[in-house]
């Protein structure tokens, strides 16, 4: 079967269950939980803050990149949308602020929401409800080679939809502005090739200039200069 953590599906429960099916299973953990992202420049790095825990498990080894673990509540999973490696761990909201306060005391340095989102989009990582959802085509969103039809034999849902879709018609491609200011989502873009629109947009502490994501024609190129 398929294991689906809770909190991956609290928002989108009818949605992820009609793809799936029957063939699935629930975590025994409670409805209420948490997750934490513990992030670094390598999963090496977040391995050692999290076995000097007085509570981490003794069978804890390292887990290999996109696999999770289930390990008494917690499950821990070494995937993520950052950019840099670590692990995301779910657990019962109430065992959350234990394992908060033993991780700062571990060294690890609290960081927010806004912190990820600017991670993700230095390292051009689609974020689902901001640059694409489900009246997006993967196709027109950057996200064509997770749903590739080369292969007459890898079935997938929605495969077929796309197959009887229009072919793309649009692309995703990065922005950086060359003068001051911020670039923010839903902000026209004007192209040779026609109009665009921005997702996503910040400023970029590691380039120190804004940077966005935007769709635009085809027809622009990586490189061009657009307004």
């Known amino acids: 079967g398929v294991h689906v953590p809770w909190s991956a599906i609290a928002r989108n429960y009818g949605k992820i269950t009609t793809h799936v099916g029957n063939n699935w299973s629930r975590f025994p953990y409670p409805d209420e939980v948490i997750v934490l992202h513990l992030r670094a420049d390598d999963g090496a ?8 825990l007085p509570s ?42 234990d394992l908060w306060q033993a991780l700062t005391a571990a060294g690890v340095a609290p960081c927010g929401l806004g912190a990820r989102d600017t991670l993700r989009l230095e390292a051009g990582m689609n974020l689902y409800g901001q640059d694409m959802d489900e009246a997006t085509s993967p196709l027109n969103a950057g996200l064509s080679w997770t749903v590739d039809l080369k292969d007459a034999d890898r079935a997938f849902i929605g495969r077929a939809a796309l197959e009887a879709a229009a072919p793309a018609t649009q692309q995703m491609l990065g922005l950086v502005l060359l003068e001051r200011g911020v670039l923010r989502a839903h902000q026209q873009v004007f192209t040779d090739a026609g109009e665009g629109e921005t997702t996503s947009g910040t400023f970029s502490p590691t380039l120190q200039q804004a940077i966005a994501f935007a769709r635009v024609p085809l027809g622009v190129a990586v490189g061009s200069t657009v307004e």
């Open 56 to 97: 981490a498990p003794r069978k804890l080894v390292m887990i290999p990149l996109y696999v999770a673990q289930a390990l008494g509540d917690m499950l821990i999973a070494r995937t993520g949308y950052t950019g840099e490696d670590g692990f995301e761990i779910t657990l019962p909201a109430a065992q959350a602020p």
């Open 45 to 52: 790095h977040c391995y050692s803050w999290f076995v000097r």
